[in-house]
């Protein structure tokens, strides 16, 4: 399994952003996916995840009520869609898939697979 992520970028707090995560090869078996972020000198902190087939959805406490994720199963994508965005929030944002089931979401040591990474910045 691949994972792109993109759509990182710099906005002011409050405003917002929309992150994809594009998979591709062998993803028919792919069971959960999710965001996690990591500010310098900061853990890898969770920030949202799906349940692939079931659509369930978890999201970190910092983050609940402001960010939501979005699928598209035809393109195999997930989104993450940031509003209200707050200088904390400035970190690199990773997705993250799993094929193994069952799966604790919020733990990154569940993943095997992770993207690239893209650079989300909040001024204040």
């Known amino acids: 399994v691949q994972l792109q992520a993109s759509g990182g970028g710099s906005v002011q707090a409050g405003g917002s952003l929309r992150l994809s995560c594009a998979a591709s090869?062998?993803?028919?078996?792919?069971?959960?996916i999710a965001w996690f972020r990591q500010a310098p000198g900061r853990e890898r902190e969770f920030v949202a995840g799906?349940?692939?087939?079931?659509?369930?959805?978890y999201y970190g406490d910092s983050v609940k009520g402001r960010f939501t994720l979005t699928k598209d199963w035809a393109k195999n994508t997930l989104y993450l869609q940031m509003t209200n965005l707050v200088p904390e929030d400035t970190a690199v944002y990773y997705c993250?898939?799993?094929?193994?089931?069952?799966?604790?979401?919020?733990?990154?040591?569940?993943?095997?697979?992770w993207g690239q990474g893209t650079q989300v910045t909040v001024s204040s």
């Open positions: 993250a898939a799993s094929q193994e089931s069952p799966i604790v979401i919020p733990t990154k040591e569940e993943y095997r697979y």
């Open positions: 090869g062998r993803t028919t078996n792919s069971y959960g």
């Open positions: 799906i349940i692939w087939n079931m659509g369930s959805t």
